[in-house]
T-cell receptor, first 116, second 114 residues
């Protein structure tokens, strides 16, 4: 059973460019959450997708957008990249039908984005 | 609102010594608490979680944590450190649903010396 997978592993972009990161959830999971982890910081919640719609959103600007596909995989898009967007982007998947007492969110290995 | 505070951004111990990583939380609803570990250049791995019931929770790799409501704490301990325990540790809080967002602390880097 494959866990959460993310691609690419590493990415280098320049300021002003746009980037798309991809995530495939754990088998059986229907919800995908994205987190940004800046160097030396804890992960911060960006947004969550369920049934192909954004369900929750953290304190991130509209430059950050996403999408969820019918197979539950997800993309994170960042427009007009800033130096401060350099971070590890983590994807987590979960099953909306269970409570945290019986299951948990599973994290992928992340995509390291460097903005020059 | 929920928040997590991890006291000590760096903790150093000798191999075989007790590991104690501190976490205090704030939550307006009954909290669900987690400890995750992150090895260099990797994602997050769940060590243990507290949901309901027994307040002493045992996790993987010999770690355990105790939920103390009166102290709003969820400290992580391991009786005897191993070199392989060197990593970044994150405490997190969420609501009761599996899809609730996780609120993380800033992390504690554990160094283990021989």
């Amino acid at each position: 059973d494959a866990g959460v997978t993310q691609s690419p592993t590493h990415l280098i972009k320049t300021r002003g460019q746009q980037v798309t990161l991809r995530c495939s959830p754990k088998s059986g999971h229907d919800t995908v959450s994205w987190y940004q982890q800046a160097l030396g910081q804890g992960p911060q919640f960006i947004f969550q997708y369920y049934e192909e719609e954004e369900r929750q959103r953290g304190n991130f600007p509209d430059r950050f957008s996403g999408h969820q596909f019918p197979n539950y995989s997800s993309e994170l898009n960042v427009n007009a990249l800033l130096l401060g967007d350099s971070a590890l982007y983590l994807c987590a998947s979960s099953d909306s039908r269970v409570l945290v007492s019986t299951d948990t969110q599973y994290f992928g290995p992340g995509t390291r984005l460097t903005v020059l | 609102a929920q928040s997590v505070t991890q006291l000590g951004s760096h903790v150093s111990v000798s191999e075989g010594a007790l590991v104690l990583l501190r976490c205090n939380y704030s939550s307006s609803v009954p909290p669900y608490l987690f400890w995750y570990v992150q090895y260099p250049n990797q994602g997050l791995q769940l060590l243990l979680k507290y949901t309901t019931g027994a307040t002493l929770v045992k996790g993987i790799n010999g770690f355990e944590a105790e939920f103390k409501k009166s102290e709003t704490s969820f400290h992580l301990t391991k009786p005897s450190a191993h070199m392989s325990d060197a990593a970044e540790y994150f405490c997190a809080v969420s609501g009761s649903y599996n899809t609730d967002k996780l609120i993380f602390g800033t992390g504690t880097r554990l160094q283990v010396f021989p």
